[in-house]
């Protein structure tokens, strides 16, 4: 089965339960929990270990999430160990934060610069985002300076580069086909 599919399915399962038990804020923390674990070399070494019998695998997460997350998320974390799909984790806490903000209407959004941003500056290009796609908006901010200058907004599958990175390699791209073709 495909991977995606995997995690998709695990993560959709939950959040119907989560839903209909009224208790999607608190798993959707617990899935935020649970993903930044797993950001973590050992943690993702543990999933995916076929020496750690699952027994022992359940007893590691339960002594590291109980009394932390709703016991519904425990009991997936039983279900996907026992399953043998413990190393889907990070990929099903992904999906199912994703899902719960598709429900409540947010968009992620990224906004790289070379240099931290403003408060103000974020909060109108949140604004403006906002008014756009009609929608709640969770704004990320990237710094990178080999951007240079300029931003590169990325909301969902729309991509804006105005950096002065890309502006220069456009520059150089043309002066290289102006070059080999001349008029």
Sequence with gaps: ??????SVRYSRAIFQSALEKKILDNVNQDMIFISEICKTDETMEFLHSPIIPPSKKEDIFHKMLEGNVEQITLSLIDLIVKNGRESFI????RNFIHETKKYKGITDSVLTTAVKVDDKVKKQITELISNIFKTKVDLKENIDPEIIGGFILQIDDSYI?????????KIKKELIGSIITPN
């Design 90 to 93: 990070p990929a099903i806490a």
């Design 161 to 169: 580069d105005a950096s002065i990175k890309n502006k220069l390699r």
């Design 1 to 6: 089965m495909n991977d995606s599919k995997i």
